[in-house]
């Protein structure tokens, strides 16, 4: 006979992959939300470019933010793909992520774009920080597949 899955312990996402979890819906919501806020250090010249082209980065920045949330709702909700939506997620915003993590510690540095040293610091950085996500979420892939109470396992 086939054991039953009433346990809520087994029902639970791993610490790990909650992390992510968490970490793409914080993400995804500030970055929806950063725009409207006014904080932050717009990079040299952002303002005085056109309004097209403004419009075109703030765009981009939601796509990404709306792909992260997207990404951690589908682990929540323990879809099929969520996984491998969640790796493209990381992969896409890679090179946006260390960009802008370029630029903002250039500003921090006053600096007035970034040096190549701070460029390869950046990338260094998210690079560890992207594979460090897409380690937890494929150490946990197991436990993401579709779980229905009461439905045999």
Do not use: C
């Amino acid at each position: 006979m086939t054991e039953m899955i009433t346990d809520p312990k087994k029902l639970a996402l791993p610490l790990s992959v909650r992390l992510v979890v968490g970490y793409f819906l914080i993400t995804g919501l500030v970055s929806l939300a950063w725009p409207f806020l006014g904080i932050g250090a717009d990079p040299p010249g952002f303002a005085a470019k056109s309004f097209s082209y403004r419009l075109g980065a703030h765009f981009a920045q939601a796509l990404m933010a709306l792909t992260y949330i997207a990404a951690g709702i589908a682990i929540v909700t323990r879809r099929p793909w969520a996984v491998w939506v969640s790796f493209i997620a990381l992969a896409i915003t890679f090179l946006s992520s260390a960009n802008g993590f370029a630029w903002g510690a250039a500003t921090q540095l006053g600096q007035t774009s970034p040096s190549s040293t701070v460029r390869v610091i950046s990338y260094s950085l998210i690079a560890g920080w992207h594979l460090f996500l897409a380690f937890l979420l494929y150490r946990g892939r197991a436990k993401i597949r579709p779980v229905v109470l009461g439905v045999p396992a």
